[in-house]
């Protein structure tokens, strides 16, 4: 289907066109190492940088030290760090809310845009490499949230500046393949400036849509913080100046455009990045019914209603019949809710019996992990609680499986409620994250000699030590 350019417009800038447009400076720098090695090097030099958590290698060729030198050594504005600190604090309070509004609305959303969805189709980064894709998209979140993230001894630059890289050593590949699924011309081109814009204003954007999708809306000057903060990362991941916007508002007119432009295409590659996200999430205990109910309430959105059906329907609508029902009436769809209500709830039950039955497993491989008290320990314990000693810290999987509990029981008689109210599944969706960044403390990255990286004074504040 050809697009009628004048349709997809934003300030001057023509969206088809901007398709072609990719990272010169990057792409420059890429092609200088495929120029002095070959392809089977240039894949080395991926995985290289994707397991070693040191800089950029010294034995790459000049443009690429020299871009690597740019980036490394940029200033930034009082204004600038002023914004850095507040996103930090609102990271602070929210962060678990934002890897659970990643995964359950912002990523499963943006697969609808189909052209881009191919480049992790075809890499087979998501489709095939679930587990991997997921955590290193964590990762990169966690790095740029940190506190002081933009100093030279932080990794916030160095790893959204070696994303970058990898997007062009993608982009390289994907042009000049030989084997295999071509890249198609009418997509475009790889990871292009719309591809680039689009996805940061998503870190942004669709966290904002998020938490107020769940009764947490964020302050006007706290979004504006945490935009200014993201769009200064676009700036090192390879955005184009005028591309980046001034404030929250244009930053929405511009995502509107795009997602208009790309999601207008059928999709099927999106499909199959949904699935994989789907069974990544059992990663973290996560049953597929109990995930489809969280993302069908964070998918639904006025520009695009149909997104939860589209994007998961047609793998799980025969599986699951009724999450996937469309009533007619109003009176239909109040009762449908009701009947999604009591679902929500047999299922939160069965996954915090799975979690507490669980919760050993998990914990287990905690670097500080105790072994079970026996009676006369438990005993000493509560003689030293009794003259002011301190009880072992709880880990913030324990507050959550607590917090659970005080959901599914009652209060006074600690006999399970009867059902939920939307209320109460709105804030027992808020505690997902806090579980989901529980796990992701104690990965133990596979090839790394190390785990998944949480901040000291993070893992303090958010009950991970």
Request: charged share 25%.
């Amino acid at each position: 289907m050809e697009n009628n350019s004048t349709e997809f417009e934003w300030n001057g800038i023509d969206l088809e066109s901007l398709r072609k447009v990719m990272d010169q400076p990057a792409d420059d720098a890429v092609q200088a190492v495929f120029e002095s090695h070959s392809m089977n090097h240039l894949r080395e030099m991926l995985i290289q940088m994707a397991e070693n958590d040191s800089a950029i290698s010294s034995a790459y060729p000049q443009p690429m030290q020299d871009l690597v030198k740019s980036e490394l050594t940029l200033a930034f504005t009082p204004h600038d760090i002023k914004m850095f600190e507040q996103t930090h604090h609102i990271w602070k309070k929210h962060g678990m809310n934002f890897i659970f509004i990643l995964f359950f609305r912002a990523l499963p959303y943006t697969y609808m845009a189909e052209k881009p969805a191919n480049v992790l189709k075809m890499t087979k980064l998501l489709t095939e490499h679930p587990e991997r894709r997921i955590f290193e998209t964590a990762q990169f979140v966690f790095d740029v949230m940190d506190k002081d993230w933009w100093k030279p001894h932080k990794r916030g630059v160095l790893t959204a500046l070696k994303i970058r890289i990898m997007h062009s050593a993608m982009r390289h590949a994907l042009l000049n393949s030989r084997d295999g699924e071509k890249w198609n011309p009418v997509w475009g081109n790889p990871i292009s400036q719309e591809d680039l814009i689009a996805t940061n204003q998503v870190f942004s954007l669709e966290f904002f849509k998020g938490m107020a999708m769940m009764g947490e809306e964020l302050t006007q000057e706290e979004q504006e913080a945490w935009f200014h903060t993201w769009k200064t990362i676009g700036k090192i991941m390879g955005v184009q100046e005028d591309l980046i916007t001034e404030n929250v508002a244009d930053a929405w007119d511009l995502q509107h455009k795009v997602y208009c432009h790309l999601f207008k295409d059928e999709t099927v590659a999106g499909i199959l990045l949904t699935e994989a996200l789907v069974k990544t999430l059992h990663h973290f205990h996560l049953p597929t019914p109990l995930i489809l109910l969280m993302m069908r309430k964070l998918l639904a959105d006025e520009q695009f209603p149909d997104c939860f059906e589209r994007m998961l329907g047609p793998t799980y609508r025969r599986d699951y019949p009724e999450i996937f029902a469309k009533p007619e009436t109003h009176q239909e769809r109040a009762q449908h809710e009701e009947v999604l209500r009591g679902h929500f709830h047999k299922h939160l039950g069965a996954y915090y019996s799975t979690i507490k039955e669980k919760r050993e497993d998990i914990l287990k491989d905690k670097p500080d992990a105790k072994p079970k008290l026996g009676f006369i320990q438990k005993l000493i314990l509560w003689i030293k609680g009794l003259f002011g000693g301190s009880p072992d810290k709880k880990h913030l999987i324990d507050h959550h499986i607590d917090f659970l509990h005080n959901i599914l029981h009652h209060k006074t008689t600690g006999k399970p409620v009867e059902k939920l109210e939307e209320d109460m599944i709105l804030e027992s969706m808020k505690k997902f994250g806090g579980i989901m960044v529980g796990i992701l403390s104690l990965h133990f990255r596979k090839g790394k000699q190390s785990g998944f990286r949480i901040p000291e004074n993070l893992k303090e504040i958010w009950s991970l030590t």
